[in-house]
């Protein structure tokens, strides 16, 4: 099949993309039809099957494109960090900001981006679709293995399991504070954000205390 006449198929797909991580974040992937990335877009039904072929495969694109750099960019960071521990385990702020920092900091990217991509991520971490989660399952297997394998090696006094469920815990508090203080405002009704740019040590110093602290005894509270 080719390529319907218009605009050259790098920037077709680009446009395509970019259109639909938008409406995706915004709308949800049930609630953004073909229509509406078309119109985006700019291009016409056959130009996005000519490139992807169906919704699905689309989905799939949107995120392989920046998840995939993210998870390079991950476990480059840890083979630096693992290289220069030798046999010593690495200390887990080092850790956790190559896990986490890192995607900090594609969230902090605007203009390329990187912002609008981890708030999708975001929203689909808390909106369920078994389809979606399946395929990022399988795109953060690797990258995950690697983490947490490092975070034991680092942690030998915390069970593996609470390290599993504090970075499930870990995930989930990333993902809200990228999404912005949209929901703390509803919350608290007024939030005065001084300066945007403490949103990562923030949030780091949060996710580190979390991480180390010690497990409280099961129970009702005293």
């Known amino acids: 099949m080719n390529e319907p006449a218009g605009k050259t198929t790098g920037d077709t797909r680009s446009r395509i993309l970019d259109a639909a991580e938008v409406l995706f974040m915004d709308h949800g992937f049930d609630g953004t039809s073909m229509r509406m990335i078309t119109s985006r877009a700019a291009v016409n039904l056959a130009a996005v099957n000519y490139h992807f072929g169906s919704k699905e495969l689309l989905i799939q694109e949107v995120f392989r ?38 995607a900090l900091r594609m969230a902090a990217d605007v203009e390329g981006g990187g912002h609008t991509f981890m708030c999708l991520l975001g929203r689909t971490y808390t909106e369920p679709n078994e389809f979606v989660r399946q395929f990022l399952a399988e795109e953060y297997a690797e990258c995950v293995e690697r ?76």
């Open 65 to 102: 494109r920046r998840l995939t750099d993210l998870n390079k960019a991950r476990l480059a960071a840890l083979d630096v960090l693992e290289a220069e521990a030798g046999e010593v385990p690495i200390k887990p702020s080092r850790i956790v900001d190559a896990f986490f920092g890192t």
């Open 147 to 222: 983490f947490l394998a490092a975070l034991y090696r680092a942690l030998p006094e915390v069970e593996r399991k609470e390290i599993l469920w504090r970075f499930h815990f870990m995930m989930g508090a990333m993902s809200y504070a990228i999404a912005g203080t949209d929901a703390l405002q509803l919350v608290t009704g007024k939030f005065d954000d001084e300066d945007p740019s403490q949103l990562a040590p923030r949030l780091m110093s949060f996710l580190l205390g979390g991480l180390r602290s010690p497990l409280a005894e099961a129970g009702p509270p005293k």
